[in-house]
């Protein structure tokens, strides 16, 4: 369970050297000198985040699923490789700023890399601006009004900076649906990934701006009163807020397709299917996320408080924030796969 910068290290040199290697001898048709050092250097960074992230013996597993994606995609596609590169070139500058910026904590940091090398390496723009609108324009309104927002963030799970675990739960559903793509190219997962970032938008858009406006909020919007920024509260700025968001990922999507790729009918679906998402987070929120009581017999989403375990008060322990986000996302994409086909 425990990581060492030593130990990544070496773990990446030796996939490098491996990767490039085996594929030199191999000498598979589509790679050339330039496809074996991009996909050494894949392997390497790739494997290395996710090792590092692993956890129970999970990282056996996702480890040969993320390195099979590249090297598969450059086989496939070897016009491909300066993507690649470019994507491996901004992965590891936009991770250490995300950091310095304290967007992300150093987990957060690593996945979060991965994911912006398979946008831009696997995707192509047309894929990474989405993903980067709702990273970027999420992160900075986090940081708006941070003291009005600071008695809903000391009850929260976590606070505004990401850790590895947020990431995956915003963005795990987009970047197996990009995957996806690589094996089966279909408009339709396009706009599946469009979707679950639509998803993830609205619901961290409507709890920002809700909670920034401190306006009446009422669980599921008719129950009782709850404190702006609970999960499950519902309020007509949160609303709106949440169909922003939709719309802005939606819309940075539009400029990367050709006119007969969308329509503003679809546009509108889109926006709707995200804010449909982020009301099934909503209620997963109000009903089964598990609630903890502090010592003061506030109801905390913390299930520890100074190192002591809290008591269940609501929900299902092991459903957390987390968990509740991901479902968000996987909503919206399986909403957006069928609007699409």
Not at 40 to 62: H, I, K, M, P, S
Not at 109 to 115: I, N, P, R
Not at 122 to 138: C, D, I, K, Q, R
Request: charged fraction near 10%.
């Amino acid at each position: 369970e425990t990581k060492s910068v030593a130990g990544s290290a070496a773990f990446a040199l030796v996939a490098g050297a491996v990767t490039a290697g085996f594929l030199s001898w191999l000498a598979p048709p589509a790679f050339g000198p330039t496809h074996i050092a991009v996909a050494a250097f894949a392997v390497a960074l790739l494997g290395a985040a996710v090792e590092a992230l692993g956890r129970t013996g999970w990282d056996n597993l996702w480890i040969v699923l993320a390195v099979i994606v590249p090297i598969s995609h450059l086989n496939a596609a070897p016009e491909a490789v300066g993507m690649h590169a470019l994507g491996l070139a901004l992965a590891v500058p936009f991770g250490v700023a995300s950091y310095r910026a304290r967007f992300l904590d150093l987990g957060g940091t690593l996945a979060a890399s991965v994911l912006a090398w398979m946008v831009v390496g696997l995707g192509g723009w047309a894929w990474a601006v989405p993903a980067v609108t709702f990273f970027v324009l999420s992160s900075l309104l986090s940081r708006i009004g941070r003291r009005r927002k600071a008695r809903a963030e000391a009850l929260a799970e976590k606070g505004s900076r990401r850790d590895a675990g947020q990431v995956v739960a915003n963005g795990g559903v987009g970047a197996v649906l990009l995957a996806a793509s690589v094996f089966a190219p279909e408009a339709a997962l396009y706009w599946a990934f469009v979707g679950s970032f639509a998803a993830a938008a609205a619901d961290t858009w409507g709890t920002e701006i809700g909670t920034l406006a401190g306006w009446p909020t009422r669980r599921l919007g008719a129950g009782p009163r709850v404190p702006p920024g609970t999960s499950g509260g519902v309020s007509l700025p949160g609303t709106l807020g949440a169909a922003l968001g939709a719309t802005v990922v939606v819309l940075s999507a539009l400029p990367f397709l050709p006119e007969a790729a969308w329509s503003i009918g679809l546009v509108g679906l889109m926006v709707a299917v995200g804010v449909a998402a982020s009301f099934v987070d909503s209620a997963l929120g109000a009903t089964v996320q598990a609630r903890f009581r502090t010592a003061e017999g506030l109801l905390t989403e913390r299930s520890t408080e100074a190192g002591t375990a809290l008591p269940l008060a609501r929900g299902v322990a092991w459903v957390d924030n987390d968990r509740v986000n991901l479902a968000c996302t996987l909503v919206g994409g399986a909403l957006a796969f069928l609007v699409a086909v």
